[in-house]
């Protein structure tokens, strides 16, 4: 026993020393190098610029050092030729950098980030990303604009589709498994992809959910509830940043010295490299922060960004404002060190070129498999009246409706630029795939695309759902209608949607609506139409393998709401953290309830909307199976802890259904009364377990002072002593709470 561990001590000793050995090469060769730069090159590598094909411009500028870091060419012949033009004809050989955004999938397309994140489950998002890695860099791509981790509480915002959803803890986890996927092992490892964190910070918290908006979040609350899953990527060693297109309280993030320096550097100690955003920085002129492009380019670099894309700020004003002295040249080398430090450990000084894969490095079966899985787990069941789903496969007749059931390109998503629509396979195709040989299926398109507002064809809709034994329609939105500056006033169906649900209502079949959406929808009245509801955010190459499957009950739903659904729109922002406020909803009286004439003082004053109410439509966390988990009353290893013990609290969960199922298991806490006012409860952790029928778990969480903390008024985080509540739950809305004290 003790020379196995002796063994083992040397072991991880040697490799420590290994690693400090190789990044104390790498810190010397960077020196070494930036001695022989001249000023023009050393801010060619701080210019990123996007590249397609082999232009004489770009050839000259690449062989004259003025550009470090091309994106968007996912040629391997023009990557090969780019770089070796590079290495073999520029006056210091530095290799490039060539990135993509890979933001959910390569060519295999897995579900988008919000969906990925419906999934709970970080090691397929982890998996995921690793085989989206394994396919970019087979083209020469080594850098992806990924993971996206602004939380957002805002349906109305486009990109709402990049994030993770609204809670800080589970974007802080999906973000460290997609950073873990992309980076693999070692950097160096031809399939490793730099990750990068973005976009830093509090892009979505644009005012009204409106892209590129401004954003107004006081420190504590940049603190509490943007920044964790920013610091638990510098902790996973995101090798870069980018900063964000938004100003924070008045300053833009591309000039921000208090978010890229103060924080990222001096207080996490980040030695990364921090991009620019698409033209951010000039985007200070419009923003009124910099009276030109020279201004922004000095305030850019004051603030600590490392590399200008595609604003040729930097190629334009650097080596002028530090000629002039208005900049020092220590910053400059500060910002080449952090290019040539990526560079050297993505080992592309040794290795620049890729070599021409021997097989189709794309859509492999395990790949592909993965991506039903992910689908699969993504998916939310929100309604199943009288267990409407899983349907029989004895059935004879189904009626597949709404365009969306067969439209490749819709299901991919956005921000997927190098996907193949062609190899999407759709679930009206799966369905025909599997059950065309002895189920008669119908299919009725009825609107070409969600936005199509005709009702021509609502009658043969109508038809065939009345002629069949089981009715799926499909609605949501176009892809196109999700992502970047795709913002939304209006969350309802796109088109004749909504009329088209009311009109299968009519037809006195029970039907099982599925939603494929790049965002929460306004969804109340469709859901309480129909009998079952599936719910996708855009769910990738394999929806429709993953879709039939739940609906005939082979894949069972075990998907969890990232992001609360709206009752209306004029409850944003509406979210399962809020505060308790000192009038919390008691004794709702609804619109339609209030007697005509009534006085004013009828009402009760509580916090809530007369015609919402105060609750989401669904909750966040919340996703239903075909079977059923009951939960025992938490469980508590002590009721009071001090700032240095381990809390253990425990709940039985039992399968009490008919299926072996997945579960995701959520603890939450509430700081009952805090210096500051404290959220009605918030998501500490969480566990997915999966349970036969019939089975029971102990599931189990530690809670330490660490977990009960929070920023304070005098911006020091910190737990306060006082009593705390505690539940261990399906969802966000249910489950039984304990309480304990820390003394
Ligand atoms: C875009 C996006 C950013 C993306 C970049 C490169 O405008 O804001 O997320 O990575 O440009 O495409």
Redesign the pocket.
Known sequence: MKKSFIIIYLFVFALISCNKQREDSIELRINKLIKQMTLDEKVGQMNQLSGVGLSEDMIEMIKSGQVGTL??EVDIETVNELQRIAVEESRLGIPLIIAR?VIHGFKTIFPIPLGQASSWNPEIVKSAARVSAQEASSVGIRWT?AP?IDVTRDPRWGRIA?SFGEDSHLTSVMGVAMIEGLQGDTLSHPSSVAS?A??FAAYGATESGKDYNTTWVPEIQLRELYLPPFKAAVDAKAATF?CS?NDINGVPSSGNTFLNRMILRNEWGYNGLVVS??GSIEQMIPHGFCKDINDAAKKSIFAGIDID?MSNAYSLNLSELVQSGAVSISMIDEAVANILRLKFKLGLFDNPYTPKPDNNPFYKPRSLELAKQTAIESTILLKNKNNLLPLSENIKKIAVIGSLADSKIDQLGTWCFDAEPENSITPLQALKEQYGSKIDIVYEPTLLYSRDKSDLNFKKAVKAAKESDAVILFVGEEAVLSG?ARCRADINLPGAQSELVNEIKKSGKPFTMVVMTGRPLTLEKEVDMADAVLFQFHAGTMTGPAIVDLLFGKAIPSGKLPITLPRMVGQIPIYYSHKKTGRPASNITFIDEIEVGAPQTSLGFTSYFLDAGDTPLFPFGYGLSYTTFNYSIPQLSSTSINKTDTLTVFCRVRNIGEFDASEVVQLYVRDDVGSLVRPVKELKQFKKIFLKKGQTEIVDFQITAEDLSFWNSDMVKRAEPGSFTVWIASDSRSGSDVNFILE
């Open positions: 994106l968007n955004d604009f996206m990049e990068c973005k976009h980018m297109f955003d698409w894309m970047e």
